[in-house]
């Protein structure tokens, strides 16, 4: 009897013990909350960072995941948190998103349509630019710092005008081809149409719940929107952004695909789109068709990342997880034809060409590693390593500088600036115009004349630099300038800009 009530005593004594264990389980909601809501958004689908949903996470292990919320992830804006959320923590902030929602949010064409929106006060009577810089010549910035796009004149360096934007502009603006109209994607799917004749919102629409890029056809007619959540494409009509199709994103085999990004193929007169989750390029002929034909491309693993030589007859692909560097598609073929050993997670979305000792060559900075890779688009082969201070993110240059400017966009070099000799290619100046700070994304003016630094934080600025020099000749105070884009640069294709 002693026995069973000193037992029953030893029970009773842990229960306690029991319950205060089961208090102290970290609640991974408020957990979400406190620390991943601001990026991802609080419903988890997306903001500045992706969705975090199984359906998002289906290539992420979840040991790799607890690995990227302890410890960041250098090729993005995910800081680390190892020092601020215990094991315990990190594990059910792992657990919460791989759970699935009660039910999958449902973003199709009567959402899409209701939430297109046309301000009344638009004069569409006007023809030619309100201002008198050269409209051409003009810069827009975005500045995530506080949501905003300011548009700067070229030539005097004046701003002409700022308005704010969607929350979280990414992927680029695009422009249309005579220069007067620009288009804005923000990562939670709103498209806005900017004039820039009037310097006024024109329209806006929402075609996705995360969203990637958006592209533009090559006659300035469609609008593509490619999309994390839900699996889809989403064509607009570039005058209204009414809509025009949804295209379900699905493999061969049926099984459905984020999208990596689309891009204009304007030699081509196609769209090409990237799959996130599925080893397959599509290409689509003719946008602006009744019913546009899908040319599915077999590649052997999903691309996140491409580049296009300038005749557009290649692609270079990349996965960004990967590190088995990057494949060449012949896109006439549809075969591949040689893979490039890139390691250290190439970033070829911000690659550029030139032409060296009459070879044509393109130049890749790296996310992972320290270097810049140069690469004779004659051979596929890698003809010169050029080893940075640290990984960077953007590289630019234009026809009339003999050379291009890349940024250490991580680690503690973030504040230098490399410029390359393209004659050469070598690194001839390391350039520090902000101590501490990070400096990165350069932009030409449409002459070659100017380079546009961002001084990528909420104290921030556009710094002018005349490109022959490297003096600075005016500072524009900005809120974390992250992006520049020259409208004669983007429409004329410049060989020193992203495409």
Known sequence: MKTILAAALALTLLMPAAHAKDA????????????????????????????????????????RAADVIAKGRVSTQMPAFGDTLSEAEIAALVKYIYTP???MP???????????HIPVDVDYSVTRPQFNADPL??????ESGDHHVSILDGDTFERLARFR???????????????????????????????????????????????????ISHDGSVIAVANYLPHTLVLLDARDLSLKHIIPVRAANGETSRVSAVYQARPRKSLVVALKDVPE???????????????????????????????YDHLLGAARGAHKGALVLNMNTGKVVAHIPLPGLPHLG??????????????????????????????????????????????????????????????PNKDK????????????????????????????????????????EMDGAVLVVDANTFKVVKRIPMKKPVGKYNVYNKITFSEGTSH
């Open 350 to 411: 911000s690659g550029i060409t030139w032409t060296w000792q009459g070879r044509p060559v393109m130049a890749t900075p790296h996310l992972g590693e320290g270097r810049i890779s140069i690469i004779a688009m004659d051979t596929w082969e890698v003809i010169k390593t050029l080893k940075t201070p640290g990984p960077g993110f953007f590289l630019r240059s234009h026809e009339k500088t003999p050379y291009a400017w890349a940024d250490v966009f991580f680690g």
């Open 137 to 142: 010549n003009l810069f827009v910035v975005v």
């Open 101 to 103: 929602l009660p039910s």
């Open 281 to 311: 390029v599509w290409e689509i002929p003719d946008p602006d068709a009744e019913q546009p034909t899908i040319r599915r491309i077999a590649v052997p693993e999903p691309v996140d990342d491409f580049f296009f030589d300038p005749s």
């Open 24 to 63: 102290k389980e970290p609640d991974a909601a408020a957990l979400y909350a406190q620390h991943c809501a601001e990026c991802h958004g609080a419903g988890r689908l997306g903001g500045t960072g992706p969705a975090l949903l199984p359906e998002n996470l289906r290539r992420l292990r979840k040991s």
């Open 165 to 215: 934007s969607r929350y979280a502009l990414h992927g680029g603006p695009k422009f249309t081809p005579d220069g007067r109209y620009v288009f804005f994607a923000s990562r939670d799917g709103w498209v806005t149409k900017y004039d820039l004749y009037t310097l006024d919102v024109v329209a806006e629409v929402r075609a996705g719940i995360n969203t990637r890029n958006i592209a």
């Open 106 to 116: 449902v973003w199709g064409e009567k959402e899409i349509r209701a939430s297109r």
């Open 417 to 456: 600036m490399l410029v390359i000799d393209k004659r050469t290619l070598k690194i001839v100046k390391v350039l520090n115009y902000a101590p501490g700070k990070t400096v990165a994304h350069v932009e030409f003016d449409r002459h070659g004349k100017y380079a546009l630094i961002s001084v990528w």
